[in-house]
């Protein structure tokens, strides 16, 4: 039922996000496509929410609506929200979506009442695409994860493609019985050229640092996110322990549960420094103060790493625990960064590596070059480039059915 403006595309997900908005509106743009956003998450449209995790309200400070079409769809959740499966119910979405008439429906998570059964009601209407990021590197074994399997592979059956972001995704939904024919690579993506940005950034980073009390020649690690157990903050602690050395600064940016607990033990250190919460604007020199960035995730949950991409994208190599879902994507050992497992041989990996950089501190330059290069093929370029690769598919399979 292609129109002859183009192919039309509906995506269903909860709410406006930093990530996906860029990708909308670039979307929007490609000739040949029409793109409609459903959020079901109807109670976001009023601006800023509260961050369980972060402990406060957030309003991302970056335009996040604007140069694509979108609807928010009411949400009837007695207790509505994205932290739960039924905070999403929206008893009018299927009809909204069918009275735009896509050629394709694209679905972003299905742990949500009304997303599953948006799957469900279009299966076999409509191709519907599957898009999430998770991975198999939490699992253990037992019954729980039997079970779970065979429950992931009925939800999967409603859907006809599964947009993977990277090797550790892809291996999920292989896991949970989707064929390689029905798995399309679309890269985990930020707003590369935003984050990259002018050289003011790093101007403007060089005098944060000195307020900061850091000298030109210290070396900088950071870590961006939140203070939660699953990111394992208190690394960060541990390394400065393991590291007397006073040309070494640690900086933690970000707040959450462990805030309190983590500035007292750290409070007898003076090259450890926290800072609170930054907005997406200031992210780009936020990057920036540091040489190398770091995220020691421990899990569960680090499906990706999206702070990744973004170091990245500021010419910063990175330090990432297997744990993170971008590992083997985005980290090439000794040229983009260093991986390390988490535990206490993980951290003598990073510690002894961090010695070896604190007397070679030249060798970070081409590794930061190296980051940005490696991150053309993970940008919203490459992303429309691969759906538009999988629409060219799509019609080919027409032809030859015809």
């Avoid at 335009?63 to 929200?81: H, I, Q, R, T």
């Avoid at 999403?88 to 694209?106: A, G």
């Avoid at 590794?367 to 060219?392: N, P, T």
Wanted: glycine share 8%; net charge positive; proline share 5%.
């Amino acid at each position: 039922m292609e129109s002859g403006s183009g192919v039309r595309i509906a995506v269903i997900t909860t709410h406006p996000i930093q990530y996906y908005a860029p990708l909308f509106r670039c979307l929007a743009k490609e000739q040949g496509i029409e793109l409609k956003v459903f959020y079901t998450w109807s109670q976001s449209q009023q601006g800023a929410n509260y961050d369980r995790d972060f402990g406060k309200t957030i309003e991302w400070d970056i335009p996040l609506l604007d140069g694509y079409s979108f609807e928010f769809v009411g949400n009837v959740a007695k207790d509505p929200g994205v932290n739960h499966f039924n905070g999403i119910m929206n008893p009018e979405l299927n009809e909204k979506v069918s009275s735009w008439n896509p050629d394709y429906l694209l679905v972003m998570g299905w742990n949500f009442r009304s997303h599953l059964a948006a799957m469900r009601h279009f299966k076999g209407k409509i191709p519907v695409l599957f898009k999430g990021d998770s991975t198999l590197l939490d699992e253990k074994p037992g019954v729980k994860r039997i079970l779970r399997r065979l429950f992931l592979k009925w939800v999967y059956g409603f859907a006809d493609y599964a947009l993977y972001v990277g090797k550790n995704n892809h291996d999920y939904f292989y896991r949970h019985g989707m064929r390689e024919r029905q798995l399309y690579w679309m890269p985990h993506a930020v707003d590369n050229n935003r984050f990259h940005g002018p050289d003011a950034y790093e101007t403007k980073a060089k005098h944060w640092r000195r307020e900061l009390g850091i000298d030109e020649d210290d070396l900088v690690i950071l870590f961006a996110g939140k203070l939660e157990p699953k990111k394992d903050p208190d690394f960060m602690l541990r390394l400065a322990g393991s590291l007397p050395d006073p040309g070494l600064k640690l900086i933690l940016v970000g707040n959450g549960k462990l805030e309190a607990e983590l500035k007292v033990k750290a409070s007898q250190d003076k090259r450890i420094i926290f800072l609170d919460f930054q907005n997406q604007e200031k992210m780009p020199v936020v990057y920036r103060l540091g040489d190398i960035f770091v995220l020691p995730s421990a899990g569960p949950g680090e499906s990706w790493g999206l702070a990744v991409n973004e170091a990245m994208a500021c010419n910063r190599p990175v330090i990432v625990s297997s744990k993170c879902g971008c590992a083997p994507d985005l980290v090439e050992e000794n040229a983009t960064g260093w991986i390390f497992e988490p535990g206490k041989n993980g951290d003598l990996k990073v510690a002894a590596l961090l010695k070896q950089v604190l007397v070679q501190k030249s060798i970070l330059n081409p590794m930061g070059r190296r980051a940005w290069e490696k991150l053309q093929s993970y940008s919203y370029v490459a992303a429309i480039e691969k759906i538009r690769q999988f629409l060219k598919d799509m019609k080919l399979t027409k032809r030859k059915v015809l």
